[in-house]
T-cell receptor, first 109, second 116 residues
Framework: DAKTTQPNSMESNEEEPVHLPCNHS???????IHWYRQLPSQGPEYVIH???SNVNNRMASLAIAEDRKSSTLILHRATLRDAAVYYC??????????FGTGTSLTVIP | DGGITQSPKYLFRKEGQNVTLSCEQN?????MYWYRQDPGQGLRLIYY???????QKGDIAEGYSVSREKKESFPLTVTSAQKNPTAFYLC???????????????FGQGTRLTVV
């Protein structure tokens, strides 16, 4: 399974944009890039996913590098409710959802 | 409302006892998964099932067993053979991903098992 690398932790001030990086240098052409986040003592929730083009939804934006070896999850205005662990994972047909340790985001009021 | 339900939220058992964690979904999803999470760690895959009456081991299946007799249900049994059963257990479901179809996983709220 293709692996991803994320920083262990990041901090952001409230109402400022946050850029969460993910490296996936062994990504294959059919791997989708997924992001999930997990609040304390809860199950992870889906945030966004993409294949090649940048993606936007109501929660976040996903910027994918041209060579697809890295991606960035963008939270446009961090709120205290965005404090969570963010997971970047790669999926292809029939693959399972393998999670790493993720990035713990702290939002400072 | 469609969703995935785990019960109970908290579970206490004595060492040496088997215990079964419930996971039910009404999303009509083919695939279901069980994960274990230890404090400060990511999720590790225990078992997964892509279709009724079929399931496969994940990375840490030893000491666990599952069944998939119905599409909606995927119970996990933590047996006495599991050396460190105290953990947070998460169940998830998704549409079975075929070529060209990519979907997200939906997670339950988890069961926190404590073995004393």
């Amino acid at each position: 399974d293709a692996k991803t690398t994320q920083p262990n932790s990041m901090e952001s001030n409230e109402e400022e944009p946050v850029h969460l990086p993910c490296n996936h240098s062994t990504i294959s052409g059919t791997d989708y890039i997924h992001w999930y986040r997990q609040l304390p003592s809860q199950g992870p929730e889906y945030v966004i996913h993409g294949l090649t083009s940048n993606v936007n939804n109501r929660m976040a934006s996903l910027a994918i590098a041209e060579d697809r070896k890295s991606s960035t999850l963008i939270l446009h205005r961090a709120t205290l409710r965005d404090a969570a662990v963010y997971y970047c994972i790669l999926l292809y047909t029939g693959n399972q959802f393998y999670f790493g340790t993720g990035t713990s985001l702290t939002v400072i009021p | 409302d469609g969703g995935i339900t785990q019960s109970p939220k908290y579970l206490f058992r004595k060492e040496g006892q088997n215990v079964t964690l419930s996971c039910e979904q009404n999303l009509n999803h083919d695939a279901m998964y069980w994960y274990r999470q230890d404090p400060g760690q990511g999720l590790r895959l225990i078992y997964y099932s892509q279709i009724v009456n079929d399931f496969q081991k994940g990375d840490i299946a030893e000491g666990y067993s599952v069944s998939r007799e119905k599409k909606e249900s995927f119970p996990l049994t933590v047996t006495s053979a599991q050396k460190n059963p105290t953990a947070f257990y998460l169940c998830a479901s998704s549409i079975y991903r075929r070529q060209g179809i990519n979907t997200e996983a939906f997670f339950g709220q988890g069961t926190r098992l404590t073995v004393v």
